[in-house]
């Protein structure tokens, strides 16, 4: 890099705008588990780490760039990396939503659980299944996957131009389609499953109402979400990194 003088400290304070925002969102970066401290130091780190690769094209651009277009540069960086941690974090938001529900689905979601990514409490099976995703994010290597990321969305999205809100938008509904569609193929086989029991156990209900069919069915209903989670819970977390891998590679 060349010496350190006021435009230096511009530039890498610029990349930790972007750099820090999309951390700042990002699963696994973010958690409120993690001290905002340690937070801090990993999105310095990075930056610094990143900014000799991409000093030499951006100090051209800044050179020419007027002062008085900083301050609107320094919220669009921002914006910029918040969006792509939104991005990110819509995957596991789809997938802790959906484990909410197929722990309903199974009678196994009024005992609160902690919450790995945020201070609400959560179903132990919704807990379970996200942090055994965020584990495979850094276990799968898809943590440097995320710098590749924030390295080529200076080529998307330039610091020299301004903020793409179209484009912007055009990645956020993308990323909406495909996490829930993937969240909702991991709790498909619990939907069917709740269909299921809860049609016979209507059907139970009715025929032979005497009989307090739903208290006494409870733990066969849960015992057989369990069977269908150890079934069905490798292919589900390996639908989901699949999909969030795609995602990281067509940016």
Same mark, same amino acid.
């Given at each position: 890099?060349?010496?350190?003088?006021?435009?230096?400290?511009?530039?890498?304070?610029?990349?930790?705008?972007?750099?820090?925002?999309?951390?700042?969102?990002?699963?696994?970066?973010?958690?409120?588990?993690?001290?905002?401290?340690?937070?801090?130091?990993?999105?310095?780190?990075?930056?610094?780490?990143?900014?000799?690769?991409?000093?030499?094209?951006?100090?051209?651009?800044?050179?020419?760039?007027?002062?008085?277009?900083?301050?609107?540069?320094?919220?669009?960086?921002?914006? !910029?990396?918040?969006?792509?941690?939104?991005?990110?974090?819509?995957?596991?938001?789809?997938?802790?939503?959906?484990?909410?529900?197929?722990?309903?689905?199974?009678?196994?979601?009024?005992?609160?659980?902690?919450?790995?990514?945020?201070?609400?409490?959560?179903?132990?099976?919704? +807990?379970?299944?996200?942090?055994?995703? +965020?584990? #495979?994010?850094? #276990? +799968?290597?898809?943590?440097?996957?995320?710098?590749?990321?924030?390295?080529?969305?200076?080529?998307?999205?330039?610091?020299?131009?301004?903020?793409?809100?179209?484009?912007?938008?055009?990645?956020?509904?993308?990323?909406?389609?495909?996490?829930?569609?993937?969240?909702?193929?991991?709790?498909?086989?619990?939907?069917?499953?709740?269909?299921?029991?809860?049609?016979?156990?209507?059907?139970?209900?009715?025929?032979?109402?005497?009989?307090?069919?739903?208290?006494?069915?409870?733990?066969?209903?849960?015992?057989?979400?369990?069977? !269908?989670?150890?079934?069905?819970?490798?292919?589900?977390?390996?639908?989901?990194?699949?999909?969030?891998?795609?995602?990281?590679?067509?940016?």
């Amino acid at each position: 890099m060349s010496p350190i003088g006021p435009e230096t400290v511009l530039l890498v304070f610029l990349l930790f705008c972007r750099i820090g925002g999309c951390l700042m969102l990002m699963p696994g970066f973010s958690s409120a588990r993690v001290p905002a401290q340690v937070r801090l130091f990993i999105a310095l780190a990075v930056t610094l780490a990143l900014a000799p690769m991409l000093e030499p094209s951006l100090r051209a651009t800044l050179a020419k760039m007027p002062s008085v277009m900083i301050l609107s540069l320094i919220v669009s960086e921002v914006v !910029i990396g918040a969006l792509i941690g939104v991005m990110g974090r819509i995957f596991f938001l789809a997938l802790e939503f959906m484990a909410t529900a197929a722990a309903m689905f199974i009678g196994f979601g009024a005992m609160p659980g902690a919450s790995v990514e945020d201070a609400e409490p959560l179903p132990p099976l919704a +807990t379970l299944i996200t942090l055994t995703a +965020t584990v #495979l994010l850094f #276990l +799968t290597d898809q943590h440097w996957e995320v710098l590749r990321a924030l390295l080529a969305s200076y080529v998307a999205l330039p610091m020299k131009e301004p903020f793409a809100i179209d484009f912007s938008l055009g990645k956020v509904v993308d990323a909406l389609s495909g996490a829930f569609t993937i969240a909702l193929q991991i709790s498909s086989p619990f939907i069917v499953y709740a269909l299921i029991v809860n049609l016979m156990v209507g059907l139970a209900n009715k025929l032979v109402p005497q009989i307090p069919v739903y208290f006494i069915a409870t733990p066969f209903v849960l015992a057989g979400g369990f069977v !269908i989670l150890y079934l069905t819970i490798g292919e589900s977390l390996r639908l989901f990194m699949m999909g969030f891998m795609g995602w990281l590679a067509a940016g």
